[in-house]
């Protein structure tokens, strides 16, 4: 989310968050997230299965870092977030950032260091992006999109767009769209992945 955007929900909750008795809830710990630099690693077991995820940061300088780095991953979520099809990069105002997440997406399905990994795409923020819709085409970063300017062909575009650049013909990218700050939705997005994360860990050594 950017700077404009949490001073935005800041300001819809700034009666509640200026309540003598105020308690941050689960939304206001999630905006207060900071951009990745670097790679942060975390461990966790589910089922007697441990994971390791790896938490890297996508802008231009923190690529670098990370893009190399592994082997043997069982599945990469990559966070695109649609909502920034209308702006630029910090890094160079003169790249789209939809065009330059799809970029890096294609990079990273298509790398041999992720050849057998599972690739799940989260579409992020699709709260703020079927706003933006009301003011702004997709044309801004698909100027061949000639579609009706609704959030279900505009999004179905956009799926279809990011499903292109897979050149494998045996690998699936699983799409989800989704609200970062909707807690309920992403847990059980996320649950669906560890389930397939495990499955696909127990095929390996044939116990599935």
């Known amino acids: 989310m950017t700077n404009r955007e949490k001073v935005r929900s800041f300001f819809d909750s700034i009666d509640r968050i200026t309540a003598l008795d105020y308690k941050p809830n689960e939304q206001d710990i999630l905006l207060t997230r900071t951009k990745t630099t670097g790679i942060v690693e975390v461990h966790f077991t589910i089922k007697n299965i441990p994971f390791r995820v790896f938490d890297v940061g996508g802008q231009r300088s923190e690529r670098k870092k990370w893009i190399h780095c592994f082997e043997d991953v069982s599945a990469v979520i990559y966070v695109a977030a649609i909502s920034e099809y209308a702006e630029v990069l910090f890094e160079d105002n003169t790249t789209n950032r939809m065009v330059e997440s799809m970029c890096l997406f294609e990079t990273i ?45 505009s999004i179905a575009f956009i799926t279809k767009s990011f499903e292109a650049l897979n050149t494998n013909p045996e690998k699936t990218i699983y799409v989800h769209q989704t609200c970062a700050t909707d807690t309920s939705q992403v847990q059980i997005i996320l649950d669906n992945v560890i389930v397939m994360v495990i499955e696909k860990n127990l095929k390996k050594v044939g116990m599935f």
């Open 109 to 153: 399905c298509n790398s041999r260091w992720f050849f057998n990994a599972s690739i799940i795409l989260f579409l992020n923020k699709k709260d703020l992006f079927i706003e933006k819709l009301k003011s702004k085409s997709i044309r801004i970063a698909f100027p061949h999109y000639n579609g009706p300017q609704t959030y279900e062909d």
